[in-house]
């Protein structure tokens, strides 16, 4: 395989809303510091973003707080969150979302030219062509490299810290080194580990971007660093079967959730976000679903309005309305709660990150929805984790004797030889999926990845038992896991297309055995549906601390940490040690 | 729910290649662009957008409900033009004023 060797001051794994923010905030900042973006599709309209979106809902309104966002995040949290994170995120959603419109983005105004609110938290955009302006605004940086369709499996470790990342060409048969000072991660998070709503033709048609695998959960939790409040997942409440969002029907006309009988049933389980979607599928359990955003009766112009929305961000929906002849003032939107998702950026799940976002491990960083501890951060929010990441790194670069540096000349040597190393490690992984002594084709990538979302739906609290499980469940579900883990390795990839599906199904069954252990850890029931404990049906107090994890020898390692924990001691023990 | 691509209308530009978030989207030996993995589909819609020339259209599958209209999009200026095919070949297109931000 040909083999590419790039080295750069920071590697940016992954192109989307963080990663993008970060390079733009050291073009800003430290124009002399090399970037290099490595992005698995094209930074244009990759990640989160690729649709649009329709609202910032992150946003401090006139007459809120920083700390009023935080004391909400916290609460809809259950009190799982970081409050350090939550803060430091929160003082700079507005200044991100004046620079987001400085690059293009439209926002609306009312009538004295401030931006009007939907609610306290929420602004209104149009947003369809959101992902485009930042990807042009990086473009444009002298000092910042995107290399595109290149997917990067696993991180370099070396010298007692992260040196680099090895990845590959989506298409072409050819092997990236990269070698940087310092990394950051901003993959996003994972889908497809759950059997989705619709998992036949359409199994791709969810929430969170299927092509999210949860690479960089996967990488860093290979590399030992500590991981947090997976066993929060996140579950939402859409449109059915196109999974569109329901927030602009629900906050835009002020639709209520109603059941099948027409009763209100929103108020009856509580207004967090887990509690929405519980409530919903209690409603379903009780023989009194389907469930619905009642939008019937709304005015003719609203339902046009509607149809305009969801065209800049979800065009399935008005399409959806289209072809069934009857538009939403003619018809309630059915509603239903998706397949568990992994993703810190609506809930906590990712990297044990300090508050200035460094990992426990030295060298790599983590922004947006990769990053742990710091829900409900939405686009404005992964955009500023990214600024705070990126500045520091470049303290932890410009800082007077920086290990990061590595000047030392033995060391360095040292550094190299193991780099080679591992390099020629993975590598050889690569190697061994294309080469054609590989099994026969009995079992596909494909295959492994249906069985894997089987197994997380009956045994890990999918949809088909209503989000809900218990310890012995999550028993079988960890053995068949780890059974589909050593399947993988025999897989048997024809071109670099097949190799890339081979290692998403790899990383995901890491991430799954991360979330089983989690889910097991916390033996209580503290979200309703986003980890409902039947062995454990109630809330307890015992129990208000985070579950996080380290994985050391193919063991998920669990260890528990007070609220009141930053992330600040971690750092110290791993340098130290 | 996917994407279908008329190879007539194509010209092999690859600006779909390039902005499909999940590298669905191939060309074949005659330089024209397919999309590999039909049901690996988001329904982002991105590359309906960037292609130049509505050779790509959106289309709800049937097990969403889709009863064979397609979906298809260009831009003039600030406005943005959806075009939606029926089965029976009726056309309707919504215009939406990309300046204007959404109300909801």
């Known amino acids: 395989m040909e083999r590419e060797r790039i080295v750069t001051d920071v590697l940016i794994i992954g192109g989307g809303t963080a990663g993008c923010y970060a390079a733009l905030t050291i073009a800003k900042e430290s124009p002399g510091t090399k970037v290099v973006i490595a992005e698995k599709a094209n ?45 430091s995120m929160a003082e700079g959603v507005n200044r991100v979302t004046e620079h987001l419109e400085q690059l293009g983005l439209v926002i609306l105004k009312d009538e004295y030219g401030a931006y009007a609110a939907r609610g306290k938290r929420n602004i209104k955009i149009n947003g369809e062509n959101i992902k485009p302006l930042l990807a042009e605004a990086v473009k444009k940086q002298k000092n910042v490299t995107v290399i595109n369709h290149v997917n990067i499996t696993d991180y370099l470790l070396a010298d007692g810290g992260i040196a680099g990342a090895v990845g590959f060409h989506v298409d072409e048969r050819k092997a990236y080194v990269f070698l940087a000072d310092a990394v950051l991660c901003a993959t996003g998070g994972a889908a497809g580990l759950y059997r989705p709503n619709n998992p036949g033709f359409s199994r791709h048609k969810m929430w969170y971007p299927p092509f999210n695998t949860g690479a960089g959960y996967a990488m860093g939790i290979r590399a030992g660093a500590e991981m947090t409040t997976f066993e929060m997942r ?43 979607v519980y ?54 939107v059915e509603i239903e709660g998706t397949e568990p998702y992994i993703v810190g950026g609506h809930t906590a799940s990712g990297y044990w990150v300090d508050t200035d976002r460094r990992t426990t491990l030295p060298g790599l960083y983590a922004a947006g929805d990769v990053a742990g501890g710091c829900p409900q951060k939405y686009v404005t929010g992964a955009l500023v984790e990214g600024e705070l990441a990126a500045q520091a790194i470049l303290a932890d670069l410009g800082a007077a004797g920086s290990p ?65 499980y218990n310890e012995r469940q999550l028993h079988i579900a960890d053995d068949k896991i780890l059974m589909l883990q050593k399947m993988t390795e025999k897989l048997h990839a024809d071109d670099m297309d097949e190799l890339l599906h081979v290692y998403e199904l790899k990383e995901r069954l890491l991430v799954c055995r991360v979330v089983i252990a989690h889910l097991a850890a916390r033996k209580e029931t503290r979200w309703h549906a986003f980890a409902e404990n039947t062995d454990y049906p109630g809330q307890s107090d015992e129990w208000l601390k985070y579950v996080n994890s380290v994985y050391r020898d193919g063991k998920v390692k669990i260890r528990f940490r007070e609220l009141t924990d930053t992330g600040k001691q971690e750092r110290a023990e791993v340098y130290g040690g | 729910m996917s994407i279908f691509i008329s190879r007539e209308a194509c010209v092999g530009c690859r600006r779909c290649v390039e902005a499909c978030p999940g590298n669905l989207i191939k060309l074949d030996a005659d330089g024209k662009a397919y999309i590999r993995h039909p049901k690996d589909c988001w329904g982002c819609t991105s590359c309906v957008k960037e292609c130049g020339r509505e050779a790509i259209s959106f289309f709800l599958g049937a097990d969403m409900g889709g009863r064979g209209s397609r979906l298809t999009t260009h831009k003039e200026g600030d406005f943005r033009y959806w075009k939606i095919t029926d089965a029976a070949g009726l056309e309707q297109t919504i215009v939406v004023n990309q300046k204007d931000a959404n109300r909801y």
């Open chain 1, 43 to 87: 930074i244009i309209r990759s990640g989160c973003l690729a649709a649009g979106v329709n609202a910032l809902n992150a946003y401090i309104t006139p007459g809120q707080t920083a700390q009023d966002y935080v004391d909400y995040a916290k609460r809809d949290a259950a009190g799982i969150a970081r409050e350090d994170l939550l803060l």
């Open chain 1, 234 to 276: 996140f579950i939402a409440l859409r449109c059915k079967d196109t999974i569109a969002p329901t927030g602009t029907i629900a906050q835009g006309v002020g639709a209520r959730q109603i059941n099948a009988k027409g009763e209100v049933y929103e108020t009856k389980y509580g207004i967090t976000t887990s509690e929405r």
């Open chain 1, 279 to 332: 409530g919903t599928a209690a409603e379903n359990l009780a023989g009194r679903g389907p469930c619905y955003l009642h939008t019937e009766g709304i005015s003719e112009s609203q339902s046009e309005d509607l149809l305009k929305a969801y065209l800049n961000m979800a065009p399935s929906q008005t399409l959806k309305w289209i072809e069934s002849g009857r538009l939403p003032h003619e018809q309630d």
């Open chain 1, 404 to 468: 990061l540096r590595r000047a030392d000349e033995k060391r360095r040597r040292l550094r190299e030889e193991r780099i080679a190393t591992e390099t020629e490690r993975y590598l050889g992984e690569y190697e061994a999926h294309l080469s054609s002594g590989g099994s026969p084709a009995m079992f596909t990538a494909e295959q492994l990845e249906e069985a894997m979302q089987k197994v997380m739906d009956n045994y890990a609290g999918g949809i088909s038992t209503h989000y809900r």
